[in-house]
């Protein structure tokens, strides 16, 4: 329980509480709106309905917001966590130092995945005069709440058990700087490399066809092999040493907090690839301007990514 005495994590789990209370709240009157809603109705009861509605979407705009803006700081508070477990040299032991960790970080990203759909939809469903999307983003918050639910429970349990005195694996281990964590599928780097390469140019090519479906599964593709590229390519660039293997180094100051900057690249030119798919199948729309959004970000990544690799090469006249 010492981890409690941690100003970060206070911080963290009492934004967590407070936004987790709000969406309950907003759960609760979007049950009721989707009970008694009728648009075509002139009642009474409809118009109090209409006011309570535009109260519920204020109170889930304001949360989900929120939400988006705690993952950095999430991610933040595990990496000052690591002066306080032993054997932690960055965010990667700590986020391991119990079963709960990789699993809550992996539903926070999918979570920040469903809040950006839901914000794309509610500001097509307000833009319009009828409110088509009226019910389907109410439903879909309901879905995004019951997962909410489980995060907030592995928020709990993962810093409840967190210990500081058991010694946890540093980054080294964890992501094979001691030759037990090879790239998947037994890729070479430059095998990995070119499937790098050619995903973001594929993602280009689908972006400029506007083909939605072909372009969800390329970007997830991408996120993987994008994941991989830097754990064990780019990132050694970042740090300048071709046995540093990490994704969570980089957060820190040592770097600039680059990774913060390069994850959310990756993260945005995934989420735009992917965002149209979703939007056809939820309510048969989708928005040109994401396919450009996409281009952007997934371009800045891999430039990102790149100029590492050749400001090392102009300067020392080698690669790694």
């Given at each position: 329980m010492d981890i409690f005495l941690s100003n970060q994590v206070l911080i963290f789990l009492f934004s967590e509480t407070i936004l987790y209370f709000l969406s309950f709240i907003a759960f609760l009157g979007a049950v009721q709106i989707l009970k008694?809603?009728?648009?075509?109705?002139?009642?009474?009861?409809?118009?109090?309905?209409?006011?309570?509605?535009?109260?519920?979407?204020?109170?889930?705009?304001?949360?989900?917001?929120?939400?988006?803006?705690?993952?950095?700081?999430?991610?933040?508070?595990?990496?000052?966590?690591?002066v306080l477990i032993p054997g932690a040299m960055c965010g990667a032991g700590v986020i391991s130092a119990n079963s709960y960790g990789n699993p809550l970080l992996f539903l926070k990203i999918i979570i920040l995945f469903f809040i950006g759909i839901w914000l794309i939809i509610n500001k097509h469903d307000q833009n319009a005069v009828d409110y088509p999307y009226f019910k389907t983003k109410f439903w879909f918050y309901l879905f995004i709440f019951m997962i909410m639910s489980v995060e907030y429970?592995?928020?709990?349990?993962?810093?409840?058990?967190?210990?500081?005195?058991?010694?946890?694996?540093?980054?080294?281990?964890?992501?094979?700087?001691?030759?037990?964590?090879?790239?998947?599928?037994?890729?070479?780097?430059?095998?990995?490399?070119?499937?790098f390469y050619l995903l973001y140019f594929l993602t280009i090519l689908l972006s400029t066809q506007k083909n939605?479906?072909?372009?969800?599964?390329?970007?997830?593709?991408?996120?993987?092999?994008?994941?991989?590229?830097?754990?064990?390519?780019?990132?050694?660039?970042?740090?300048?040493?071709?046995?540093h293997k990490c994704p969570f180094c980089m957060l820190q100051k040592e770097y600039y907090y680059v990774g913060y900057i390069l994850w959310a690249t990756l993260f945005l030119g995934v989420f735009f690839g992917i965002a149209n798919a979703v939007l056809k199948l939820l309510i048969s729309h989708e928005e040109t301007k994401l396919y450009k959004l996409a281009i952007l970000f997934n371009t800045f990544f891999v430039i990102l990514c790149t100029s590492y690799v050749l400001i090392y090469y102009i300067k020392n006249g080698v690669w790694l």
């Open positions: 008694n809603w009728n648009f075509n109705a002139t009642t009474t009861k409809q118009y109090q309905l209409e006011k309570r509605a535009f109260l519920i979407v204020t109170i889930i705009l304001f949360t989900l917001t929120l939400k988006i803006l705690l993952l950095p700081y999430f991610a933040y508070t595990i990496d000052k966590l690591s429970a592995l928020d709990i349990a993962y810093f409840s058990h967190i210990s500081t005195s058991d010694v946890v694996q540093c980054c080294s281990a964890i992501f094979g700087i001691s030759g037990n964590n090879p790239i998947p599928f037994n890729l070479t780097v430059p095998l990995l490399l070119t499937i939605a479906f072909l372009l969800f599964i390329v970007s997830l593709l991408f996120l993987y092999i994008g994941y991989e590229s830097v754990v064990h390519f780019f990132g050694t660039y970042i740090y300048r040493l071709p046995t």
